[in-house]
């Protein structure tokens, strides 16, 4: 049942095909874009190299607490996007620490990545790519619904 549950929760964007995504919005791509090419990208690999090494970073998961609880990398803290400039300073004071930030696919990443920057954090990366893939490549995810970490395949996007 969990993994069911985390697998819908990572595809669960495809729920309202009748209704525009965000990637049919050229306005919202451009951002996007504008961000990823205005801040450090990380590869996923980067990050897991990182997280395996116990290295001393934070990862911050920007996604909404109900993303996370479903599913999210082991000893991340979540910060949602839209609460990213309230919550921060709490989070990570040291505006010197290195931040790693993902979502589900990057996007999130960029934007909030671009926001740290702004707010003085100098060493914030955005992970180019998400959860999504951590989780399809096999890496342990931990859902907040029983609090385990597990190992899971997803269903595709």
């Known amino acids: 049942l969990v993994l069911f549950v985390i697998g819908i929760t990572l595809v669960a964007g495809g729920a309202n095909s009748a209704q525009p995504t965000w990637r ?20 996923l690999a980067e990050l897991k190299k990182l997280w395996d090494e116990d290295a001393d970073i934070v990862i911050l998961d920007v996604r909404t607490p109900r993303e996370y609880e479903a599913a999210h990398i082991p000893f991340a803290d979540n910060a949602p996007r839209g609460l990213l400039e309230f919550i921060i300073w709490s989070l990570v004071p040291d505006q010197e620490e290195h931040i790693y930030v993902y979502c589900k696919t990057g996007g999130r990443a960029a934007l909030a990545t671009k926001l740290l920057n702004e707010f003085g954090y100098k060493n914030a990366f955005a992970v180019s790519t998400g959860i999504a893939d951590w989780a399809r490549s096999g890496y342990p995810v931990q859902t907040s619904i029983t609090d385990e970490e597990l190992i899971l395949l997803p269903a595709e996007e």
């Open 24 to 43: 049919e919005q050229p306005a919202v791509l451009k951002m996007i874009e504008e961000a990823r090419n205005s801040t450090k990208q990380a590869p």
